[in-house]
């Protein structure tokens, strides 16, 4: 069965970067699409990056305006999202997400059925 466990989460001053990874076991990526969701507080769990077992990706405008950066690393089984340009708006739950891989990723929870449990990550001076 699938798991997947995110670490890297942490204290980040605004204006700085972080890195999180998303390990899997139990399957490879080549058989998977990996999402990024985040959930602040009070808000609706939202989608921010995914990659697909190609490698595609697809980010959500809305919540990084380009400052979300997916990848992988097939060697180590493991999908990374960067975030660049913190600011208190990035401030809550970061989840990776799993599942058998369709023909695109999606930013869709509701699309995956494997969930780590969470890596926590706060903006502050």
């Known amino acids: 069965q699938l798991q997947l466990v995110e670490s890297g989460g942490g204290l980040v001053r605004p204006g700085g970067s972080l890195r999180l990874s998303c390990a899997a076991s139990?399957?490879?990526?080549?058989?998977?699409?990996i999402g990024w969701f985040r959930q602040a507080p009070g808000k609706e769990r939202e989608g921010v990056s995914c990659?697909?077992?190609?490698?595609?990706?697809?980010a959500s405008v809305d919540s990084g305006n380009g400052r979300f950066t997916i990848s992988r690393d097939n060697a180590k089984n493991t999908v990374y999202l960067r975030i660049d340009s913190m600011s208190a708006e990035d401030k809550g739950v970061y989840y990776c997400?799993?599942?058998?891989?369709?023909?695109?990723?999606?930013?869709?929870?509701?699309?995956?059925?494997?969930w780590g449990q969470g890596s926590r990550v706060t903006v502050t001076s």
């Open positions: 139990g399957s490879t990526l080549d058989y998977l699409d």
């Open positions: 997400a799993g599942r058998l891989t369709g023909r695109l990723c999606s930013l869709k929870s509701s699309r995956y059925g494997y």
């Open positions: 990659i697909d077992s190609r490698g595609s990706t697809m």
